[in-house]
C-alpha cells in the first residue's frame, strides 16, 4: 500500500516554503496574466513593451520566477491588460483578491 499526504490546496504550505500565501497569490496572478498575454497573441517581446517592462522581466513572469515580483506590481500589470482587478488593504496585511478568478478570497502576509 502507498501512503500519501493529502494536499493543503496550496503546495507552497505543503513544501513548508516560507510565506505560502503570498507565493500562491503571485502565481495565480502570474498564470492569469500569462493567460491574457496568450488570448491576444502576444510575444514575449511585443508583451514586455506593451507593459512596460523588460525582457528579462517578462521572461521571469513567463517562467514563473516571480521573487522580484510584488503582488500591487502584479496588478498593476493585470490593469494594463484592461482586466479589471479590484485590491484593498486593511490593517497594513489582508490583501483582498477579487474579480481576478482567483479562488482564495483572501492574502495574508504573515512575515
Sequence with gaps: MTNHTVSSGNVFKDLG????????AKAKLAYKINHFIAERGMTQKAAAGFLGIS?????????????SFTIDFLFSLMEKLEHHTEHSTQ????????KIGLTE???????
Design 55 to 67: 525582457r528579462s522581466k517578462m521572461t521571469a513572469l513567463r517562467n514563473g520566477r516571480l521573487k
Design 17 to 24: 516554503l516560507p510565506s505560502p500565501d503570498e507565493r500562491l
Design 91 to 98: 490593517d497594513g496585511n489582508t490583501l483582498h483578491l477579487r
Design 105 to 111: 478570497d483572501t492574502y495574508t502576509d504573515n512575515q
